[in-house]
């Protein structure tokens, strides 16, 4: 009987599975999962491809990556993780460049044999030249540009990419891929985005800075088979939380990782999101492009990526002569399937009204990336349900017991 969870959780992603473990596991507490899709895992989820039997991730390539100590050790605790690095590549004008930008990119790029030391002068001498240029009647680009490296500190994405790798670069890998990720004018995007990829001025091609990295063995669905394994969590897939919301116990602890807007019923209004699609080809090939992700961020090419999943698991002896992959299209999102925050400031606003009115509510806890409404990647979003567990729902019960 739903009505007898005192600890209810809405969404079997990474938030709402990670609290639900802890309260099973620590507190020795029945919950209830009510999840709207058919299967566990939120956008992680991974599956078999039954005709390749290759595992791959229906919601776009995931990465396991963090300098978090304590969430690194806490999902090790469920599962193991493959070795995996991720390693990206980048194919501009039919040429393939190693991604994001490290040394070998920019060799590659301008045709040089920089040394480490030698990138700093070399990139303020294209900065100058490209100064230049514009002063001399502007190339490419009608618009005025945001200026590098001249006055204070980046305010946007556009600046930001500019000051650290001038014009040509930004133009050929991130400009054209960003318009096509985001659908809006770089310059309308926080530097934060930006930051979000490594800039090396050594051959080191690592897509992350974190200390440990890979992708579970079993796939990520079993980390979650894992983490909800508890007899005492009951999951009810299928379900969708607002058609049931009136059957739960009144005073049960809450906790809600879908969109926030959703949540109050958008009395606001409504935040909006990109989401992405993916278009599947079975390949009558081994390998199709020899790496698990390859970028495009070319104007004239309409999807973002190509991923190949069989790369994410080198362990893996994959015997068969085909191969799955995923072109990425990224989009609006229509309210069904939100992926990535859009950190605009009409967005900021309406997401201020709605955390004014989630802090006054008792009891309840709405998180995650669609209920923070932040673009965290998944050890982001373990560390935030450990420590709403830690900070909100642990305390409340060892002071009822005391009680
Ligand atoms: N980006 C880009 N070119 C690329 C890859 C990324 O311009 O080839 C930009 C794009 O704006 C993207 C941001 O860098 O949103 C962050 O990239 P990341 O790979 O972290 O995005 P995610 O994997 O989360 O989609």
Redesign the pocket.
């Known amino acids: 009987d739903i009505s007898e969870y005192s600890y209810v959780v809405v969404g079997s992603g990474l938030l709402g599975a990670v609290i639900a473990e802890r309260i099973a596991n620590q507190l020795d507490q029945p919950v209830l999962v009510i999840e709207k899709r058919d299967h566990i895992g939120g956008n992680c989820y991974s599956a078999t491809d039954p005709t390749t039997g290759i595992e791959y991730h229906k919601y776009?390539t995931h990465i396991f990556h963090t300098s978090n100590e304590k969430v690194w050790n806490y999902v090790r605790r469920f599962i193991t993780f493959n070795t995996y690095q991720h390693r990206?590549l980048?194919c501009y004008k039919n040429r393939l460049y190693p991604?994001?930008i490290n040394l070998a990119t920019i060799n590659q790029f301008y045709n040089r044999n920089l040394k480490p030391y030698e990138v700093e002068d070399f990139m303020a001498s294209l900065r100058q030249s490209q100064l230049g240029q514009r002063a001399d009647g502007g190339r490419r680009d009608a618009q005025p540009a945001a200026g590098p490296p001249t006055a204070g500190a980046p305010t946007n994405?556009e600046e930001q990419a500019m000051s650290l790798l001038g014009r040509d670069l930004y133009e050929a890998?991130?400009?054209y891929?960003?318009i096509k990720?985001?659908q809006v004018d770089?310059r309308h995007?926080p530097p934060a985005?930006?930051n979000?990829?490594p800039f090396r001025t050594n051959y080191d091609d690592n897509?992350f800075f974190d200390r440990w990295q890979g992708i579970p063995e079993k796939g990520y669905t079993h980390l979650f088979e894992r983490l909800l394994a508890n007899r005492k969590i009951k999951v009810l897939l299928d379900t969708d939380f607002f058609e049931i919301r009136h059957l739960l116990k009144k005073d049960a602890c809450l906790v809600y990782s879908g969109a926030i807007d959703r949540f109050f019923d958008y009395k606001h209004g409504k935040l909006s999101w990109r989401t992405l699609r993916f278009e599947q080809e079975i390949i009558d090939k081994a390998d199709y492009q020899g790496n698990s992700v390859i970028?495009f961020?070319e104007a004239e090419i309409p999807y973002?990526?190509i991923h190949e999943p069989r790369h994410l698991h080198p362990e893996k002896e994959y015997t068969g002569n085909k191969t799955i992959i995923f072109r990425e299209y990224s989009l609006a999102d229509q309210g069904d399937n939100p992926y990535?925050p859009i950190a605009s400031e009409d967005n900021q606003r309406l997401l201020s009204l709605y955390r004014k009115e989630a802090a006054q509510l008792k009891n309840v806890f709405i998180s995650g990336r669609l209920g923070d409404y932040k673009?965290y990647d998944m050890h982001q979003t373990i560390d935030r349900a450990l420590e709403i567990f830690e900070t909100c729902i642990l305390p409340q019960t060892s002071t009822i017991h005391v009680v």
Do not use: D, E, M
Request: glycine share 4%.
């Open positions: 776009g990206v980048s991604f994001p994405f890998f991130f400009k891929y960003t990720q985001w770089p995007l985005i930006f979000r990829l897509y970028n961020p973002t990526r990535y673009y």
